[in-house]
């Protein structure tokens, strides 16, 4: 019985991988190395190099290692570029979705968890957003994960799957052990740029507007610790396991901070004053995101560890300085 995790060379893959395996399951990584790397695949997984849309080969792999459980993180991330190659991002975060799932149905596995995005409720019409709220996808990224919520759906009515579509907020930090950590080639995330700033990985950064109606003025997020989400994912496996219906959870901590907030928790933290110049708004920035996080606590008895700001940018920073030490473009 293992858990094969696509994308688990990758940042939230990777922490997934090491939790399952902290749990003492085993774990199959099946990442094709576009975005992440081979060493970020934890120790005591095994390791395949392919694409996640390649169907004879996923069969191949769910039956040489028994594969009874699928994590499915694998897929683009970047939510301008996706308005820029909106087919690129139909095709590896859709079409290889439906590809897996075919496969999963064919093979006989029966759990399925995926990573999905606040990105599907597009802009909110009120903040704390729950799970029930209409999905109105701004960007091409957005539609990519909530068509494949979709099909999730439909094939959990026809065959014999059971599923939880987890819709991450704003994910951040890294594992308290050192053992992983955000690598993205192109970072675009407010803690990891804010830390690259810190660490001089980057001479300055920028705050992309500050006239939102806001207090400070500056955009909100709900930021969630990548550990305290890994968790999630196991106790959603768990929880399909032990019978669980198919389900859609929100993951985020229910609070919101401001672009202000975590920069300013940056500098504290790190002890370091780095240069922040005023941008203008990025396009599709929404005002406020923070998740209604009720579902998850009740349905999986979710009780997350890291809900500490200073915490997760700790941990961000330690694995910033330790990328530097690694000698890996993390930029
Ligand atoms: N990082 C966030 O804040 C965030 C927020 C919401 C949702 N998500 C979702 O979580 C998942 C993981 O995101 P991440 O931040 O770890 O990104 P990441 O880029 O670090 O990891 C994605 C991994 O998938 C691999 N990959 C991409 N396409 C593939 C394919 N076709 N076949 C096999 N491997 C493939 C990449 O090489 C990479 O290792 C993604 O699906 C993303 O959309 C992330
Ligand atoms: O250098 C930067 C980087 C970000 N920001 C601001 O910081 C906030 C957070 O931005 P992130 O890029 O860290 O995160 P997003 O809220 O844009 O994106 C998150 O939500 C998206 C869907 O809404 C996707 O799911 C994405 O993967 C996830 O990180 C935004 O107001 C952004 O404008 C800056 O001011 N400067």
């Known amino acids: 019985m293992t858990v094969l995790v696509t994308g688990g060379a990758g940042y939230i893959g990777s922490h997934a991988a090491l939790a399952l395996l902290d749990g003492g399951r085993d774990v199959v990584v099946l990442d094709n190395l576009s975005q992440g790397h081979r060493w970020a695949v934890p120790t005591g997984a095994a390791f395949v190099e392919g694409d996640c849309g390649d169907e004879d080969l996923v069969r191949r792999v769910i039956a040489e290692h028994d594969v009874t459980a699928i994590m499915h993180f694998a897929g683009s991330i970047i939510v301008p570029d996706s308005v820029i190659y909106p087919l690129e991002y139909y095709r590896n975060n859709t079409v290889n979705s439906r590809a897996l799932l075919q496969v999963a ?31 109105k996808p701004i960007s091409p990224y957005g539609t990519s994960k909530m068509m494949t919520e979709k099909m999730l759906a439909d094939a959990a009515i026809a065959h014999d799957l059971r599923y939880v579509a987890l819709r991450y907020f704003n994910v951040a930090g890294a594992d308290p052990k050192g053992r992983s950590g955000q690598t993205s080639r192109k970072a675009t995330h407010l803690i990891k740029i804010a830390s690259q700033a810190a660490t001089g990985t980057r001479p300055q950064m920028a705050i992309y507007g500050e006239d939102y109606e ?11 610790h990548v550990s305290d989400l890994a968790n999630a994912h196991v106790l959603a496996l768990e929880y399909l396991e032990r019978g669980g219906e198919s389900d859609v959870m929100n993951c985020g901590y229910g609070r919101g901070f401001s672009v202000r907030e975590v920069i300013g928790a940056v500098k504290k933290v790190s002890g370091v004053d780095f240069e922040v110049e005023l941008a203008d708004r990025r396009p599709g920035d929404p005002a406020a995101l923070i998740a209604a996080a009720d579902r998850i606590r009740q349905k999986l008895g979710w009780t997350p560890v890291h809900d500490d700001l200073d915490a997760i940018v700790r941990h961000a920073l330690d694995w910033e300085q330790s990328l530097k030490s690694r000698e890996v473009s993390a930029a």
């Open 105 to 135: 149905v064919d093979s006989g596995v029966k759990h399925f968890i995926f990573s999905s995005t606040a990105g599907v409720y597009g802009e909110p019409k009120a903040t704390p957003i729950n799970e029930d709220f209409a999905l």
């Open 214 to 224: 806001t207090p400070d003025g500056t955009c909100i997020r709900d930021y969630i």
